[in-house]
Nanobody
């Protein structure tokens, strides 16, 4: 199973930026899609963004389109989430995940998860 480790979370003011990183190790060749999810207190975990390797589709939740950007560095087996124009409602624990499926938003399709990194946006 792929191991995932997130980093880059923190406290930022509204309108600010953060970049999250997710380093993957293990049998990464079996991974077709890397995704980011988030979970706010008292809420269910929700899809944020996903990218399929080798030029496949990139997906975003409507709530983050135009503000958050997912990218991959294949050489480093690392996925990034650049977060700009952050809002207080973006406050959550952000999780990196890996799936053997192509271009999926479904939480159940992801079989490997990181430990999460906290993002807090103050107003």
């Amino acid at each position: 199973q792929v191991q995932l480790v997130e980093s880059g979370g923190g406290l930022v003011q509204a309108g600010g930026s953060l970049r999250l990183s997710c380093a993957a190790s293990g049998p990464t060749s079996s991974t077709y899609t890397m995704g980011w999810f988030r979970q706010a207190p008292g809420k269910e975990r929700e899809f944020v963004a996903a990218q399929t390797r080798s030029g496949g589709p990139t997906l975003y939740a409507d709530s983050v389109k135009g503000r958050l950007t997912i990218s991959r560095d294949k050489a480093k087996s690392t996925v990034y989430l650049q977060m700009n124009s952050l809002k207080p409602e973006d406050t959550a624990v952000y999780y990196c995940a890996a799936s053997r499926r192509v271009a999926t938003r479904s939480l159940g399709d992801y079989n490997s998860w990181g430990q999460g990194t906290q993002v807090t946006v103050s107003s």
